[in-house]
Nanobody, 122 residues
Framework: QVQLVESEGGSVQAGGSLRLFCAAS????????MAWFRQAPGKEREGVAF???????TYANFVKGRFTISKDTAEMILTLQMNRLEVEDTAMYYC????????????????WGQGTQVTVSS
């Protein structure tokens, strides 16, 4: 069984920074794709950042240049560094893991964390 546990999110003013962590444990393949998704109230869940087994990263256009995803494979900790936060970044953020080395579409992530709230105020 795979467990993904996100760190506590937080509240910050626009322009500020936050860092999220996700600890993966259980029967996991350390080389599998991991990602961060988010869902704002009244909106669909959307992909934010992805890191494939080979270390390649992909970002949604709305976070490019502001967010950085990284993974400590030895400790199995996924990190999302969020800089220059905007009010529109307010959402519940979820850590996810796929069963594949390459990152699949959003519906093919089989493992999810419980989510952590990020609130950005103006």
């Amino acid at each position: 069984q795979v467990q993904l546990v996100e760190s506590e999110g937080g509240s910050v003013q626009a322009g500020g920074s936050l860092r999220l962590f996700c600890a993966a444990s259980g029967y996991i393949n350390r080389a599998n794709c991991m990602a961060w998704f988010r869902q704002a109230p009244g909106k669909e869940r959307e992909g934010v950042a992805f890191i494939a087994g080979h270390g390649g990263t992909t970002y949604a256009n709305f976070v490019k240049g502001r967010f950085t995803i990284s993974k400590d494979t030895a400790e199995m900790i996924l990190t999302l560094q969020m800089n220059r936060l905007e009010v529109e970044d307010t959402a519940m953020y979820y850590c996810a893991m796929a069963d594949t080395w390459n990152c699949p579409g959003p519906t093919d992530f089989g493992y999810w964390g419980q989510g952590t709230q990020v609130t950005v105020s103006s």
